[in-house]
């Protein structure tokens, strides 16, 4: 498998709007960040960003060529159902990020029962680490799964080829 600039995206995490225009300034062709709620991060006061926040990053974002992806990557309980409801329906009308980086499948029934337009990706969370799972959640509507980090260079490559799906791979995190 060749590499060229066009099959490789730099996705740059960021927490705050200084290191958001920096990753930008740097040449990420992508980047991810949270909301206030519904992510893995989102009790960290100094992190993360608000609605208002969120849609001036998006602007942002795509005056410069690259795309945003939101991170709802925890796990949702039965009672913050209606708040994710609320939230999923502002990112879908107002918002507009390039996509949601998942790990609960109760997001997917959500967006699917609302009828909202948000492009899935899965989170590095859900573990993915066969052909069975990446056919599994593109029959979900999840265009992008996160290749298990556990995963050889040789095993994605393989998983790629027997698959029409985007594979991401977690180089560096937060570990």
């Excluded at 960021?14 to 519904?38: C, I, Q, R, S």
């Excluded at 009790?43 to 849609?55: C, G, M, Q, V």
């Excluded at 990053?57 to 796990?75: D, F, P, Q, R, S």
């Excluded at 859900?126 to 260079?153: C, D, P, W």
């Amino acid at each position: 498998m060749l590499l060229s600039r066009k099959s490789v995206e730099l996705l740059a995490p960021v927490g705050k709007w200084n290191t958001l225009e920096a990753a930008v300034h740097a040449g990420a062709d992508a980047v991810y960040l949270g909301g206030k709620a519904f992510n893995m991060r989102m009790f960290r006061d100094d992190f993360n960003f608000d609605n208002a926040s969120l849609k001036k990053a998006v602007e942002y974002v795509h005056a410069h060529g690259v795309n945003l992806y939101v991170t709802l990557n925890n796990l949702i309980s039965d009672d913050e159902i209606p708040q994710l409801i609320e939230y999923l329906k502002r990112l879908n009308d107002d918002i507009r990020p390039d996509a949601l980086i998942i790990q609960d499948f109760a997001v997917i029934e959500i967006i699917k029962k609302l009828g909202l337009d948000l492009n899935l990706h899965s989170s590095i969370m859900m573990n993915t680490h066969n052909g069975y799972m990446v056919k599994k959640f593109k029959q979900y509507g999840i265009s992008r799964i996160v290749a298990s980090r556990e995963m050889s260079l040789e095993d994605i490559c393989l998983l790629k080829q027997k698959s029409d799906i985007e594979i991401e791979y977690f180089i560096h995190g937060d570990m």
